[in-house]
């Protein structure tokens, strides 16, 4: 049921500008530019008065002044929508003090403005994980790999989807354990060559030797839960590299990793393996898709053979 905001009599929710007189008995909402911390109080008062929702522009100062709100209507059941200037600050206020205005108001200006829009609201959050069983496992020399360091903390269990073919990706952990000689890295995926595919949230692929930093990349669990989070830089460097084919099915893939003990695939079970330990018959986790082909990233529905 679609519920109409306006300043007319006919909408369901009377819309009144802070300090406007609310009629009796009327569902309102307030709208009101916050410029001060007493605009921010007078439009939690509202709230306290029956608002359903508060309607802000917080113009200069976008983020201090909407923390502050979503603070104080954490114990009510008011919405908050705020005003966006552009399509980055779509995303910035949906993540506000975590939790986010309810609704963002943005006015698009061209088809980009409307594109960029849905990427940040339609990310993946779940993929179907599969069990591959390891077939093959061998060094193969020295090579470049990527190293992608996010900004996020990641837990016990996440990583990124990263193959040799964009229809065959392998779970590869995070670096948060550590070792006895390393530190933990919580931010860090040793990802593996620079040829390889990395699945974006948007659902595109693109090359490890593209992601660079302010890219946003897919972070996946053993569970299949996903969330999107940003690079804060990406390190190539020239090691030692060992190649991990699997197959699930007649579906056959492969991944090449940096060989090094904290480097990890993750089996069924969760448990994690080193690839430096890997061997024929393991089995872990692995994204498979029917869509074989792509063209810069996007899936395409043409002949391909990848070996």
Known sequence: ???????????????????????????????????SHED??????????????????????RIIPLENIIAY?????????A?????????TLYGVLEKGVDVVLF???????VSRVFEVVNYITRVQLSTAEVTEVKDVGMGDRACIDTVSILSVGEGMLVGSKASFLFLIHNESLGSSFTEPRPFRVNAGAIHSYILTPDGRTKYLS???????????????????TAVG????????????KAKVGDEEGSVILQS?????LVRLDGDLVPVTEVKPGDKVLVYTTKEKARHFGLTVDEFIIER
């Open 40 to 61: 921010v109080e007078r439009l939690v008062h509202a709230a306290k008065l029956g608002a359903e929702a508060l309607i802000v522009d917080t113009r200069d100062w």
């Open 1 to 35: 049921m679609v519920t109409v905001y306006s300043d007319s009599p006919e909408g369901d929710v009377l819309v009144v500008p802070l300090g406007g007189e609310v009629p009796m008995g009327r569902r309102f909402a307030i709208y009101a530019p916050v410029q």
């Open 107 to 113: 006015k698009p200006r061209s088809k980009d403005d």
């Open 83 to 91: 005003k966006a200037s552009s399509p980055d600050e779509v995303e």
């Open 233 to 244: 830089r990406t390190k190539i460097e020239r090691r030692p590299l060992r190649l991990v």
């Open 73 to 81: 209507l954490q114990k009510t059941s008011t919405r908050l929508i």
């Open 210 to 228: 593209e992601i660079k930093a302010g890219d946003r990349v897919l972070i996946v669990s053993s569970q299949g839960s996903a969330r999107p």
């Open 260 to 264: 090094a003990e904290t480097i990890r």
